[in-house]
């Protein structure tokens, strides 16, 4: 029998806490009771998005939240400047040419993260561009985006929006909307949040929401966020069938992450993240990207093995799920996500998994240097007992 570990980099583990509040009796999503849930969630998403603009929570996945930004802010012929770095960036322009706008994109080698400068150069080459759509980690390669600089940059130009994919990054590293300037940051359910999929959340800066009032949409219904903002911020419901059960677990995850704070959440979060690198390295995997996440890690399989052979070995025979590569990097890379609901023991035992699904498949492993690599790391969280 094996005790399933779950280290993907989504969906993650889902604390014991928010499953029992999911598991309590359904309540109307037309009534007093579930409104007060709704508002007081609602405030404590301001507080993890350091915003004071309203962010809404729709039912659906992360992609959902991301189409509703584009729907809401692109109209036909509308030109947006996409950085594709990696599966997800190449999902932005997707949505903005389904809905009638122009992908200008601006194409960086997988595992790097984009030059401020170059965004900088196209937005002066092309004064038309409406909207930046970037990562804020692009989890396919386990590669952050400079957030900050490139808000920076947007910052200057009075009608140009930056919007951020930040649902591998919103609860894992600081991404303070108001302070930096970020005009659309979209998170889903299933990455730091702690919860099952289903749910993304979604802030507009007051800037976004003036071209939100005026942008000749394409057409969208369920998405329209005016509309959601109105319901949401204004009648304390939602504007359709609200996920109740979701809500409920996200006001149980959010209680626990503000009493923890924000502050000791990133520093957690960024020592696991330490640990797990070191981890791999010590096994003998090289990092793939050159700017790697806080919140998940990708390394190379070693030569000789077969990356999906690995997952799948570690998953089926061992209860221990990663995550392979995508599209070009299938078959060739392994990601651990470490964000969440994840400790210190969890990157261990799975660094472990990691040494003893390599030896099966026949790579010469000098067991324990991963695990020793990431306790040598993770021992900073507790005080000395001398």
Known sequence: MNKNLLLAPGPTPVPPEALLRMAQPMIHHRTPQFSQTLA?????????????????????????????????????????????????????????????GIAVNLDVEWGQAVDPKA???????????????????????????????????VRERDNVLLCVDGITGVGCFPLPMDEW???????????????????????????AWKRAETVQ???????DLLKER??????????WTAPVSLIHGLNEVLKRTLDEGLAQTYARQECLARATRAGLEAIGLRLYSSAPSRSVTAAWVPEGVDGA??????????????????????GKIIRIGHMGYVGPFDIISGLSAVEIALDRLGHDVEFGRGPAAAIAI??????SAA
């Open 230 to 239: 109105k319901a949401q911020a204004e009648q304390r419901t939602t504007a």
């Open 217 to 223: 949409r394409t057409g969208t219904y369920y998405l």
């Open 309 to 330: 052979k690995l997952v799948k070995y570690l998953r089926d025979e061992m209860g221990v799920t990663l995550a392979g590569g995508q599209a070009k990097l299938k």
């Open 378 to 383: 993770v021992r900073e969280q507790w005080p």
């Open 119 to 153: 965004v900088a150069a196209r937005l002066d080459e092309d004064p038309d561009i409406a909207c930046v759509f970037v990562q804020a980690c692009e989890t396919s390669t386990a590669t952050e985006h400079p957030i900050e600089a490139l808000a920076a940059v």
């Open 40 to 100: 007081e969630t609602a405030a404590m998403l301001q507080e993890l998005y350091q915003t004071t603009q309203p962010v809404l929570m729709i039912a659906g996945s992360g992609t959902a939240g991301m189409e509703s930004v584009v729907a809401n802010l692109i109209g036909a012929g509308d030109k947006a400047l996409v950085v594709r770095g990696g599966k997800f960036g190449e999902r932005w322009g997707e949505i903005v040419e389904a809905h009638g």
């Open 181 to 207: 300037g970020i005009d659309a940051l979209v998170c889903g359910s299933q990455k730091a949040l702690q919860l099952p999929p289903g749910l993304a959340t979604v802030a507009l800066s007051e800037r």
